[in-house]
């Protein structure tokens, strides 16, 4: 077999930042809080670089630019956007006297101001991972505005290690920016290219000069189906690498493009001038034309991304060498490396030693994925010193299907029992008149999305309970006692809808895994979702049922304490399954069915529970939508039917809302109708209620709430600004159809900033509803 001396045989795309411990996520918190210094953020910031770089380097990746420099204190878009200067002019006062920004501005754009919405915030590619949005205008300026790429290569490199420094290429950077508000509307930030070019190819001879060998440039853009023509793909993919490659004493570049296949660009990424090239061939297929292949990369190494970087599931070690045997066959000089980056899946599957150990032999998290890449790296080199490790993957995985629980005969036969009727409802105008006359709600009614905060005291108390230090009367006491005050809080504040803010859930997915057959959860497994926010995905293995009430306890007692309605809050299948790691061996329709059955049945315990309105949450609608178009009727008509599966044994009289967020609305608003919810609840205030446009051009004739109040950020938003929303809203929707709400739940703020923006938010419904009436 052919290996590489060129690039590094064995690498990966990305590793966890946030630390093994979340030591960055606490430390970032901490410095917003005023708890520590800039310095004590940098310190610990570079202790956790610093357990990165050894951490991998004892795992194996110990060869030179094996070990990519993918830190960041939030977000990789927005360090790349930091690294060019783009910053919007809305924020142009962030940049200091040398034309640098600080820290705190970059806080700054992630977080916003009192007098500054932050970036806006949407899903990365198909992923449960959201990046923030940078804003492009005709005239925005282009410079080297930060330095920390070099700092951190040069940390490293002072440590011992000499990393790969990472950046999100420039198509894929253009292509996941949005035309500034104050640009022409026919302004593509694509046009920009040839301006950010230069600026990258300064930093690109910085970190030459620095020491840098190899530099990541990653292109995950190029294989999605997006709205430009194939023709102006190519034309920019050859524009940018010419450029950069003629760039005068700069490091080799690895052009990487995870996430899928390349499809029609393929030719043309391979025959970019860079040095490597990686292809994700985990999730994409080993190219057709070996031969066309080999003669466009003459002179570079392909990267194979062949274990998988989104998943948490062992690999398939066999298949991968097969692969590696067809591109090796071809004369084809190879490295290995993952599909997509690790920062996707938790640390390390050995810490969690409270699983099944037959359970945890099926795993393979980010560490777990570094010895996949070395055996495969070494099966390249020496095929027989691989193939005890690829017997025992493939021993393992065939032993799945045996093990009770991966498949109930009970389970399978409901599902197979299924019928049309089991997927509709009554007709909406009978709903909607039903609804009506049994709930009398005003114009405008008012609601929030579910949560609300969880305090010190909540998260202690779950805590002591899980350590048995609080029984489960003591328990469910403080539990009671925090929705009696949120009941209360509502009422003060005159919402028309309550919910009873979740005080007992630790998470909306995890909370439902929990009392869930088919699940396992972690103790460590946390990812990062966004910023400083971080989530432990459950672990969905076998087939899914219920087998008692999970909410209905709680909604009940709730209500109990009210007279206005209260909302019965689950969360929905699609969404359960985008914030869980997925069983692998069925299709992920029939997985979403069996949810959709178990939330079934906790309806109809609502409903008889006296619960009026019930909201089933599928914030994650968009995440698992396919990247190529041709795969995304397929996947709308599952993950509709899974939500009607589970919400269409409601009676008529029965309001059910949903609730959907960070999306392209526009690409999915055929599937939100479809979902046939009663009434649906939608991200808006960051775009600036952009979502209006959609739903105004779709004719969406249910109910809908467009968020008025940005949940992701500190800052309050003034009465006036949630007026101008609303009306905004109004001037697109009718206003029979509108609700109001946040944009999201309230669970990670604090109750100060809460009170006042929620005070504001019925203050602003009362000023616009008195105009309408």
């Known amino acids: 077999m052919t290996a590489t001396t060129n690039f590094p045989t064995a690498s990966i795309l990305g590793y966890p930042r946030i630390g093994r411990r979340r030591e960055l996520k606490k430390a970032v918190e901490a410095y917003w809080a005023g708890k520590i210094s800039l310095g004590e953020l940098d310190t610990a910031a570079k202790e956790v670089q610093l357990t990165t770089l050894n951490r991998l380097r004892d795992l194996g990746l110990d060869q030179p630019d094996a070990i990519p420099g993918t830190f960041s204190y939030y ?52 992923s449960n991972y959201h990046y923030l949005v940078p804003e492009i205008a005709p005239d925005t300026h282009f410079s080297v505005t930060s330095n920390r790429l070099i700092e951190d ?191 996707h899946v938790p640390h390390d599957a050995a810490e969690e030693i409270q699983l099944n150990e037959q ?154 895994a929990e009392n869930l057959e088919g699940f396992d959860v972690t103790v460590h497994g946390w990812v990062q979702s966004y910023g400083s926010r971080c989530t432990r995905p459950s672990i969905l293995w076998g087939d899914v049922t219920r087998s008692q009430p999970i909410t209905v306890e709680w909604a009940a007692f709730a209500q109990s304490l009210t007279e206005k309605p209260m909302k019965g809050m689950l969360t929905g299948p699609v969404t359960i399954l985008a914030w869980s790691f997925v069983r692998d061996d069925q299709p992920l329709k029939d997985t979403a069915n069996q949810v959709a059955l178990a939330l079934r049945d906790e309806i109809a315990d609502l409903e008889a529970a006296g619960i009026k309105i019930i909201q089933v949450d599928e914030p994650a609608l968009r995440e698992l939508l396919p990247l190529r178009k041709a795969d995304q009727p397929e996947y709308l008509d599952w993950s509709v039917q899974a939500f009607r599966l589970a919400t269409s044994g409601a009676t008529t009289s029965t309001q059910v809302h949903t609730h959907l967020c960070y999306s392209e609305f526009g690409v999915v608003i055929d599937a939100i109708d479809g979902l046939d919810a009663d009434v649906t609840s939608i991200e808006a205030a960051r775009s600036r209620m952009e979502v209006v446009n959609d739903l105004q051009s779709h004719g969406f004739g249910r109910g809908v709430g467009p968020g008025v109040y940005d949940i992701h950020s500190p800052r309050v938003p003034g009465e006036a600004e949630v007026s101008e929303l609303l009306r905004t809203a109004v001037d697109h929707v009718p206003a029979r159809q509108l609700w109001v709400n946040p944009d999201c739940g309230l669970k990670t703020r604090g109750y100060i900033e809460t009170e006042e923006s929620l005070r504001n938010l019925v203050a602003a419904t009362k000023e616009v509803r008195a105009q309408l009436v």
């Open 75 to 126: 977000d990789q878009v927005l360090d790349t956007a930091a690294h060019l200067g783009a910053i919007p002019a809305r924020f142009g006062e962030l940049l200091d006297h040398n034309g640098a920004l600080g820290l705190d501005g970059y806080f700054t754009l992630a977080r916003g101001n009192a007098e500054q919405q932050p970036l806006e915030m949407t899903k990365w590619f198909d």
């Open 153 to 343: 290569f040069e940390f490293a490199l002072a440590n011992g290690v000499r990393t790969r420094p990472y950046l999100v290429g420039p198509v894929t950077f253009l292509l996941l920016s949005k035309a500034a508000d104050n640009a022409p509307a026919d302004f593509s930030p694509l046009a920009k290219l040839d301006e950010i070019l230069p600026i990258y190819a300064e930093l690109l001879q910085r970190l030459a000069r620095a020491g840098a060998e190899w530099v990541q440039l990653d292109e995950p853009a190029l294989v999605v189906d997006g709205e430009l023509p194939v023709e102006q793909l190519q034309a920019a993919v050859t524009t940018a690498y010419q450029q950069l490659a003629a760039a005068p004493a700069r490091p080799k570049l690895l052009l990487s493009t995870p996430y899928g296949s390349l499809d029609a660009l393929l030719e043309t990424v391979a025959a970019a001038p860079v040095e490597a090239l990686h292809l994700d061939l985990f999730k994409g297929k080993v190219p057709a034309d070996l031969p066309g292949l080999k003669n466009a990369l003459a002179g570079k190494t392909l990267v194979a991304g062949l274990v998988d970087g989104h998943n948490i599931w062992r690999n398939d070690l066999a298949a991968a060498a097969a692969k590696l045997d067809t591109l090796s066959s071809a004369g084809i000089n190879l490295a290995v490396s993952t599909s997509t980056s690790t920062f």
């Open 359 to 512: 359970l945890r032999s099926w795993l393979a998290f980010a560490d777990q994925k570094v010895g996949e890449v070395i055996t495969l790296a070494g099966y390249l080199a020496d095929a027989a010193s691989a193939q005890q490790a690829i017997s025992d993957a493939s021993l393992i995985i065939a032993g799945r299907s045996q093990t009770p629980g991966v498949q109930r005969s009970e389970v399978r036969q409901r599902l197979a029992a299924l019928s049309a009727a089991d997927f509709s409802r009554d007709d909406y105008a009978n709903r909607a008149k039903a609804q009506q006359e049994q709930l009398q709600l005003p114009l405008l009614p008012t609601t929030t999305i579910g949560s609300f905060p969880q305090t010190g005291e909540i998260r202690s108390a779950r805590a002591r309970a899980n350590r048995g230090e609080l029984d489960d009367a003591q328990y469910q006491q403080l539990m009671r006692e925090e929705i009696r005050r949120v009941v209360e809080l509502q009422e003060g504040l005159g919402f028309d809808v309550l919910v009873h803010g979740e005080p007992e859930r630790n998470d909306m997915v995890q909370y439902f």
